[in-house]
């Protein structure tokens, strides 16, 4: 399988992205340049974390509209899967492929610690080797990350089931004190309707070796494999 993983100016998780995928994984990767528009085969796209373009404006609203990310709304609508955490979610929803939006923490401080996740949604590429109730480990590190969506919204994510992780003690337990950043209904990650485009606000790539402290990543990577052998490579059908 091949991977592609976004780097915008200001990017700085693509490097453990592809780590991850390639040295840990064992599959082909390559870099995709901010201004590329050509998705070099690729079997799924990578958006990491970091301060695309310094996060002027507001964070991922300059990434939501580059070259790379419009290009990628074609990836997506001929069924290509797309994973986006941390920076990578907040591009995700100012490009619109995802709904709802990220703001400041309500704390107004940059978090960077370990959370709890707890899943809710495993009918998804990216949760199939999950169990229903599952509780994964993952750090997050953001200053706006604080989910947010209209009420409309929020009905259709829950009766969707597009809601994958929400923030969780570590007996699962989804209460205000584990919510790091004040996401509404404590929301840590969602899938876009046709379930082919995750956004998350914790980083998948920081947990994947035991080196780390821990592997609870790996998982979203393994189910994200599954899929593609699965199904097959989209592009090559």
Not at 130 to 139: C, D, F, I, K, S
Not at 153 to 180: D, H, I, M, S, W
Not at 187 to 215: F, K, Y
Request: hydrophobic share 40%; with cysteine.
């Amino acid at each position: 399988m091949k991977f592609g993983v976004v780097v915008f100016p200001g990017t700085w998780s693509d490097k453990d992205c592809l780590h991850v995928l390639g040295p840990v994984l064992g599959h082909e990767t390559v870099a995709l340049w901010h201004q590329d528009t050509d998705m070099q085969g690729c079997d799924a796209i990578i958006l990491p974390g970091g301060f695309s373009y310094g996060d002027y404006l507001r964070a991922g609203a300059v990434a939501g509209r580059s070259p790379v990310v419009e290009a990628l709304g074609e990836f997506v609508a001929r069924g290509g899967l797309v994973l986006g955490s941390c920076n990578g979610f907040q591009i995700l929803c100012e490009a619109g492929l995802l709904p709802g939006a990220l703001m400041r923490n309500e704390c107004l401080q940059y978090r960077c610690q370990s959370t709890h996740l707890l899943v809710e949604n495993t009918e998804t590429p990216f949760t199939r080797a999950l169990r229903p109730g599952q509780v994964l480990t993952m750090p997050i590190s953001h200053g706006e990350g604080k989910y947010h969506a209209d009420p409309d919204t929020l009905r259709t994510l829950r009766a969707r089931k597009q809601v994958v992780f929400r923030y969780a003690t570590a007996a699962g337990e989804v209460t205000r004190a584990a919510n790091p950043n004040g996401s509404v209904e404590n929301i840590a990650g969602i899938v876009n309707g046709d379930g082919t485009v995750l956004g998350l606000m914790p980083h998948p790539e920081r947990a994947a070796e035991s080196a780390m402290g821990g592997t609870d990543g790996l998982q979203i990577f393994h189910s994200l494999l599954g899929s593609l052998v699965e199904d097959g490579a989209f592009l090559k059908r």
